[in-house]
């Protein structure tokens, strides 16, 4: 084992001195063409700095000349591209924070709306049930009331599964259901709110609507 890792040793000293060789071969190739009065870009190479940390250089050159414009040197300059990387890397991951961020926000927008409906149907329904004395009438309202209240009970769960819903693992209960009945629920659990506001709300539907079943989850229709 002491002979194999003597050996992995070796040979990583053997091959850093190799690069080492040929980045000195490529950096005199480099200030020699700027000496000649070309202008080189984008030349990498890797180097380590004395706290042993590797760097990666990209290179560029071009020659100095003085007033007459003869060539007297070359200037070179480079720039430590992992560093870049780095930067560009914690940009990449902020951008990517502020989209969740985005997110988090339009989904609960969306919740708060979607509570708000039953909620206002559930104390509309209440409100009227308190100011009836037909049995009928009560009875009706109550069921609604009870519709609007297990809708708002139903979003609220689904608020708690936000971190299931960010993992796409968001449960679907799908079971058979008439279409009409969550389209004759979301409108009458607007209709108290619309008589605050004297405004009536009149649907006309298909009557083909009362006879369509369908295999979904009727909570997600609203």
Known sequence: AERDAERSAEAAAEAKAKRADSDAVMLKALTSAAIDGKRVECFQLDF???NHQPIMLQLSAEPRVDAKGAVIGAVCVGEDVLARRRVEQKQSQMMELERENLSKDHFLACMSHGMRTPLN???G???LADMT???????????QARESGSLLFSLINDLLDTARLRSGQL???CRPFRLFEPLEQAIASNRPRAAEKG???????DPRLTDIWVNSDATRLW
Do not use: H, N
């Not at 004395?133 to 069921?143: C, I, M």
């Not at 405004?199 to 539907?205: K, Q």
């Open 199 to 205: 405004l009536t709300i009149e649907a006309d539907f």
């Open 121 to 123: 149907g559930l104390l």
């Open 171 to 173: 449960s679907i209960e």
């Open 48 to 50: 380590y700095t004395q």
């Open 133 to 143: 004395e037909d049995v009928a009438e009560l009875k009706g309202y109550l069921k």
């Open 125 to 127: 329904m209440l409100q």
